[in-house]
């Protein structure tokens, strides 16, 4: 955006009144621009000025020098109010938009490095829920952090170690299923769902069998090469499955680097754990205390000698920070994991790491399922992967009879179906503040009105169809910037402008809602441009198609920025 912020809070520091940095601290932006761009509320003036705000307002209205690029300063009832000039705003946007390209409004490299750990989901089972709001949360992050000048590291830290392991290996011996090279190769997650299913009605019966799993693990960390091979197995099989979900949803990372890979790294923290003096033997475990922070202890280290959850996250970190040496560390994972958090963050306190204050853990709410009429926490057992079958079958049904009606020759339709369905699901994930729980109701979530995928994905259509039934682009020298002044333009380019300090802000506060709220503003004001300035064959065609072109661009990377696919026709 083109800030005026510095130039008004020159002309009003030459009227006298005060000096410019009390100025700039004044100069706010108001919502609704009917009350301009800018505005000074006079009211705290009143003492030092000793007059009435009202006649404060309109004194320095009288007075003010107005800067190049604004056109008018009017005194509002103790409000002093400036006016973009709308061409000067249409130009400077336009041509910056020009000029970047999808970058537009991104920010220049800060030199920070951000570590974002998500998706993360757990070897041997089906994608959950959160770990589908993690995916798509972090997904944006990622893409969003980047755009505001960060180097991303994206990390899947996948639950793929543990006692879990202990239990896969049980049962899969136990049914005696064949071991050779063929079959492991073919394992699929959905035979290891039905292990772990078996396993947890087994071992109702005969209680013994936790203990053969503890047991079958303990095995497998001391190196087991035959269990190893099961395990090998075990993960190829689920990271197979979930590489289809990433690439059908254009999710990536950097890092794979799962729980097992810390595994060598632990040593070296348990051993600076005990010269710090900082673990305490209990009830035969070690643990951290965590009492001065109003903790629970942190589990360390079982009776068995076998690590945890926690002392893995505790040698990622360390890992991360010597890696990549991060300036912020995001975990975005769902809000049941609170205290794990807290407790990892506050052993690397006691451990001397300053830099944990630099570890965020980025929560999120449910998701929410309607079951008898009533919103209920979906079922994580049902699994993701029918939930994203029944996205993308709903999603073909209802975009494809959508298609046959008003473009039955589009190529690629089955593929543009399924990319609208997963970004229906995305869009319906991100548009509100990501601690609010998800609601799934079909219809809501894959309809052309309302705040929803399918809405701002068919008004990038309606901007790509123009510009192809055009059939030229509109070079920056053609263009005729009084042409774009009246109130649709003037109030679309007004929001295509504030690009770059949206970005900022979901980056603030980890929050791609800021995107998906805004990709609806454009979607909306642009859908009101195309009705209200007829833009093929009016006199004004060839500036209003350079806002179309410009909108286009801008609303694409917007699109891309939440990870939803940027359609361009269906
Ligand atoms: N695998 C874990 C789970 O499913 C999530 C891991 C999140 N990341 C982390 N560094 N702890 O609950």
Known sequence: ???????????????????????????????DTSHGNYTIPCFSLAKTLRKAPKLIAEDLA????????????EAVNGYLNFFIDRGFLAKSTLNEIAAKGLEYGHAASNGKVVCIDYSSPNIGKELAFHHLRSTMIGNSLARIYKAAGYKVERINHLGDWGTAFGKLIV????????????????LTVKELNILYASFSKASKEEPGLEDEARAAFTKLEQGDEF???????????????????????????????GESFFEDKIPAVLDELREKNLLVNSQERDVVMLDEFDLNPCLIRKSDGSTLYATRDLAAAIYRK???????????????????????FHVLKKMGREWYKDMYHIPFGVILQMVDGKW???????????????????????????????NPGLENKELIARQIGISALTFNDLKNSRLKDVRFDW??????????????????????SIMRKAGYTVPVADVDYAQLTDDAAYSLINILAKKGEKILAAVKDDEPSVLAQYALEIAEAAHKFIHEDRVLGSAEEKSRLFLVQSTQIVLENVLDLLGLFPIRQM
Request: proline share 3%.
């Open 443 to 464: 219809d809501a979530v894959m309809s052309f009105e309302g705040d929803t995928g399918p809405y701002v994905q068919n008004a990038h259509v309606r901007l790509c």
């Open 227 to 257: 269990y190893r091979k099961l395990w090998t197995a075990f993960r190829a099989a689920t990271l197979k499955e979930l590489m289809r979900i990433y690439d059908m949803m254009g999710v990536g990372f950097d890092h794979y680097t």
């Open 171 to 186: 049962m899969y011996l136990r049914e005696k299923l064949p071991t050779d090279e063929a079959t492991l190769n073919a």
């Open 1 to 31: 955006m083109n800030s005026f912020n510095a130039e008004i809070a020159k002309a009003l520091a030459a009227t006298g009144a005060f000096d410019e940095e009390a100025a700039l601290k004044l100069i706010s932006v108001p919502p």
């Open 322 to 344: 010597k890696e990549y040496n991060f300036d912020k560390c995001l975990y975005v994972v769902d809000l049941g994991q609170a205290l794990h958090f807290k407790q990892v």
């Open 376 to 406: 209920e926490k979906g079922k994580t057992r049902t699994g993701t992967a029918s939930l994203l079958r029944d996205v993308i079958e709903a999603a073909q049904k209802k975009i494809l009879e959508f298609i046959d009606e008003k």
């Open 62 to 73: 009288a007075k003010v020098q107005l800067p190049a690029g604004l056109s008018k300063v």
